[in-house]
């Protein structure tokens, strides 16, 4: 009995040390809910899924995971290096996805439009092909001096760049520009000048454009002529001027050539002044109108056999090709105003005006311009044919250079001495 007495309060004594540790939450107590159970041996339990990697044996640390960082973008392209015209395959990864890029040039910092543009796909990834220019959009050539390419996001942020081995073409000279305009003009009249011209123009010969039309090589007959180095203008665009001499006047032209085939093209050329045969020199003339206006040029525009003298405004307005129709060379000129005037300065006759408020016949307006109906001519361009046929062609523009209403023509009426607009915008 004594001994079993003892058994039990050592068992009772036993029991409330147990309780009495889950309660402190004692290291290695069993649950509170096991308290009641027999004290038999239990199986080790199962580690959880949190702790399965983690031996039984080691202390719990701190996480030591660090967030993923984004990958740096990375552009790579082939070939290394090239000219004007080679076509380059570009690629980038480490791209955030979905957020588009352009490849720009650099020289070193991005300029100009975008190459190509491209959109990463989920894994940031993406790829294009560029064909690289030989000219900025400003006409400035490319040179390989520091030359980059630069990818770029939406908000013309750069994100990666690497430096590119360009080697700019040679390309016809500009001394060659000038002799296919000399080739051109010994060649007409004796021989065929398609040759020299753009498919272009080219082609509108051979559908019945006039050279008169398209290069201001009139049918009269060219006696001589004179071609003068390249004007120093930043375009794809090289201008040769050269003096055309007929046997009533010459003409002061500025031809324009582009480069097809690799070989300077004639494309067109436009008319710079005009003045009587036999070196009669306009700046000469008095101007009693003021610095704003030029002596364009004199001829006889109403056949008393005394020269007209024909004043102008300068205006920088670029006149569109959708202005050019077969009665209109594309070698007028273009200017604010016009007059043609007769007599000695202290005592002008005027025989025609044209401003931006009116067409003027006389001294009486004839055509009026911003009545509601018709706009403000921006400019004018003006196709003046030799004076032998006495006619005036004015085609009123826009800001634009695009044409604003229809197109006058003028014709001197030598039984009422004076101009009459034989075609455009009603009386």
């Given amino acids: 009995m004594r001994i079993q007495r003892y ?11 147990g309780t009495v540790l889950t ?38 640390q701190p996480s030591s995971r660090v967030a993923a960082q984004p990958a740096q973008p990375i552009l790579a392209f082939n070939p290394k290096s090239g000219s004007p015209g080679t076509t380059v395959q570009v690629s980038g990864t480490g791209y955030k996805p979905g957020r588009p890029v352009v490849v720009r040039l650099g020289m070193p910092q991005p300029v100009g439009e975008a190459l190509v543009s491209a959109v990463p796909d989920a894994d940031g990834r993406w790829s294009a092909n560029l064909v690289l220019p030989e000219r900025l959009l400003s006409g400035d050539p490319i040179t390989g001096d520091k030359l980059r390419l630069v990818v770029m996001d939406e908000a013309n942020q750069a994100l990666a760049s690497a430096p590119f081995g360009f080697t700019a073409n040679a390309g016809p000279t500009r001394e060659a520009a000038v002799q296919t305009v000399r080739d051109m003009l010994g060649t007409f009249g004796h021989g065929d000048i398609r040759p020299y ?58 031809y324009e050539l582009v480069v097809e085939q690799e070989r300077w093209r004639v494309h067109g050329s436009s008319l710079v002044a005009t003045r009587p045969a036999g070196g009669d020199n306009t700046s000469e003339i008095s101007n009693p109108f003021g610095p704003e206006w030029y002596v364009m040029t004199t001829a006889d525009y109403n056949g008393d056999g005394v020269k007209d003298v024909i004043y102008a405004q300068k205006s920088d307005v670029q006149r569109q090709a959708s202005v050019t129709d077969p009665a209109l060379s594309s070698s007028s000129p273009t200017v604010r105003s016009l007059m043609i005037v007769k007599g000695p300065v202290e005592n002008l006759h005027m025989l025609l005006s044209v401003s931006d408020r009116s067409v003027t016949i006389g001294g ?41 209403v ?15 607009v034989v075609e455009g915008v009603p009386q």
Avoid: M
């Fill in 406 to 420: 229809q197109r006058i023509v003028l014709f001197w009426n030598a039984y009422d001495g004076e101009f009459r």
């Fill in 23 to 60: 309660a402190c939450g004692a290291p290695g107590a069993s649950p509170a809910s096991n308290a009641s159970r027999p004290l038999v041996a239990q199986p080790s339990a199962q580690p959880s899924a949190a702790s399965a990697s983690t031996p039984a044996s080691a202390s719990p």
């Fill in 7 to 17: 058994t039990v309060q050592r068992g009772l004594a036993i029991a409330l040390l």
């Fill in 197 to 254: 011209l753009t498919a272009e123009l080219q082609q509108a010969l051979t559908t019945g454009q006039t050279t008169d039309e398209t290069l201001g090589l009139h049918s009269i007959g060219l006696q001589s002529f004179d071609v003068r180095p390249a004007e120093d203008r930043p375009s794809e665009v090289l201008f040769v001027p050269a003096t055309l001499h007929y046997a009533e006047f010459a003409e002061e032209r500025v």
């Fill in 364 to 404: 009486d307006p004839v055509i009026g311009f911003g009545d509601g109906q018709t706009g403000v001519p921006a400019a004018f361009a003006v196709a003046l044919e030799p004076a032998a046929k006495q006619v005036v062609t004015v085609v009123p523009l826009n800001e634009d250079g695009s044409q604003l």
